[in-house]
């Protein structure tokens, strides 16, 4: 299969409210009332890790199929831990990025516990968000200004 290139456009709605487009689905982002917002969306680092979620269940049902068992059900938590001072500009002491992102899996499955394991290897490895949490990803960041009359 040739590369897929996935793409969001969006706006801003306020200082802290964003509304993107993905394909013919609406996403809006906004940040709680501690950090500005108005708390009427998740915030852009709850979307990454709902992201890291949403593909881990994805791949999960993936390999449970090539490994030829039933996965009936996958509960998937994720929490991070951010501090906050780089991206209020308070200090850059601390990366911006998270800490470190803690993920527990809870898969149903009547599976012996050698090949839940090897189902665990394999969904991390071919998972796409956790490979960009992982590696560095080429970022360029352009500017077009839009001029107003």
Same mark, same amino acid.
């Given at each position: 299969?040739? /590369?897929? &290139?996935?793409? +969001?456009?969006?706006?801003?709605? !306020?200082? &802290?409210?964003?509304?993107?487009?993905? %394909?013919?689905? !609406?996403? +809006?982002?906004?940040?709680? =009332?501690?950090?500005?917002?108005? /708390?009427?969306?998740?915030?852009?680092?709850?979307?990454?890790?709902?992201?890291?979620?949403?593909?881990?269940? +994805?791949?999960?049902?993936? +390999?449970?199929?090539?490994?030829?068992? =039933?996965?009936?059900?996958?509960?998937?938590?994720?929490?991070?831990?951010?501090?906050?001072? %780089?991206?209020?500009? *308070?200090?850059? /002491? =601390? %990366?911006?990025?998270?800490?470190?992102?803690?993920?527990?899996?809870?898969?149903?499955?009547?599976?012996?516990?050698? &090949?839940?394991?090897?189902?665990?290897?394999?969904?991390?490895?071919?998972?796409?968000?956790? /490979?960009?949490?992982?590696?560095? &990803?080429?970022?360029?960041?352009?500017?077009?200004?839009? *001029?107003?009359?």
């Amino acid at each position: 299969m040739s /590369d897929l &290139t996935f793409s +969001v456009q969006g706006q801003s709605n !306020s200082a &802290t409210k964003f509304t993107a487009k993905a %394909r013919q689905f !609406s996403l +809006v982002i906004d940040e709680p =009332e501690a950090l500005g917002g108005k /708390d009427e969306a998740a915030n852009p680092v709850e979307f990454i890790l709902a992201g890291l979620a949403g593909c881990l269940n +994805v791949v999960g049902h993936l +390999v449970a199929k090539e490994l030829q068992f =039933e996965l009936k059900q996958l509960d998937i938590e994720i929490s991070g831990e951010i501090n906050p001072n %780089r991206f209020l500009g *308070i200090s850059k /002491d =601390e %990366r911006a990025g998270f800490k470190s992102i803690n993920v527990l899996l809870k898969p149903q499955a009547t599976i012996d516990d050698v &090949t839940l394991e090897k189902w665990l290897d394999i969904v991390q490895e071919r998972c796409p968000v956790k /490979d960009n949490l992982l590696n560095q &990803t080429p970022l360029k960041l352009k500017l077009e200004q839009l *001029i107003y009359n």
